[in-house]
Nanobody, 115 residues
Framework: QVQLVESGGGLVQPGGSLRLSCAAP????????MGWYRQAPGKERELVAT???????NYADSVKGRFTISRDNAKITVYLQMNSLKPEDTAVYYC?????????WGKGTLVTVSS
């Protein structure tokens, strides 16, 4: 049924950059937090970054200083700017949105960091 829509994944060399985008349908109301998670093959899904409706951010230690999460409230869209990418960043990245009633996910976008 209702899903978030991610874009921006792809293949990039180590040290390169990518910008991910995630848009929520207008039918999703009262979003408190949006964020990004990732899952590498054979690994558990892990938190990458989150941003609240009032702009507060949190990052996993592994991406601090390299990734930046931002938002556009008018379009209900979040972005993840990824710089200085490393091979260990390779994963499927999932967008997440939380309301007081439910949690929504996207289908994921693949990021591959390889030379």
């Amino acid at each position: 049924q209702v899903q978030l829509v991610e874009s921006g994944g792809g293949l990039v060399q180590p040290g390169g950059s990518l910008r991910l985008s995630c848009a929520a349908p207008r039918t999703v109301f009262s979003i408190n937090v949006m964020g990004w998670y990732r899952q590498a093959p054979g690994k558990e899904r892990e938190l990458v970054a989150t941003i609240t409706s009032d702009g507060r951010t949190n990052y996993a230690d592994s991406v601090k200083g390299r990734f930046t999460i931002s938002r556009d409230n008018a379009k209900i869209t979040v972005y993840l700017q990824m710089n200085s990418l490393k091979p260990e960043d390779t994963a499927v990245y999932y967008c997440n949105a939380m309301t007081v009633y439910s949690t929504y996910w996207g289908k994921g976008t693949l990021v591959t960091v390889s030379s």
